[in-house]
Nanobody
Framework: QVQLVESGGGLVQAGGSLTLSCAHS????????MAWFRQAPGKEFEFVAS????????NYADSVKGRFTISKDNAKNTVYLQMNSLKPEDTAIYFC????????????????RGQGTQVTVSS
């Protein structure tokens, strides 16, 4: 069983930066495709970024492209989301997701899902 634990959320001013971490246990990092999703109050889950099992392929939502970077540290079994130039509209709970087979389109399709970490960006 894979467990995902997110950390690193908090309150930051617009224009600031945060780095989220998702530590996982139960499987090696290279066997998991991983992604970040977010959910703002009253809204649906939104895809943010994903990384392939080997770490060589990444994909981003248009809304975060150029500002966020997803990366994997396979030795630490951790995936990161570096968030720069944060905007108030980035305020949401950020969730980590992982799957041993593929990258999925929606959060609910992932086999393993974290509990989330709150990110609040003040204007």
């Amino acid at each position: 069983q894979v467990q995902l634990v997110e950390s690193g959320g908090g309150l930051v001013q617009a224009g600031g930066s945060l780095t989220l971490s998702c530590a996982h246990s139960g499987r090696t990092s290279t066997s998991l495709a991983m992604a970040w999703f977010r959910q703002a109050p009253g809204k649906e889950f939104e895809f943010v970024a994903s990384v392939t099992r080997g770490g060589g392929g990444t994909n981003y939502a248009d809304s975060v492209k150029g500002r966020f970077t997803i990366s994997k540290d396979n030795a630490k079994n951790t995936v990161y989301l570096q968030m720069n130039s944060l905007k108030p509209e980035d305020t949401a709970i950020y969730f980590c997701a992982a799957d041993p087979t593929t990258l999925w389109r929606t959060f609910g399709q992932y086999t393993y899902r974290g509990q989330g970490t709150q990110v609040t960006v003040s204007s």
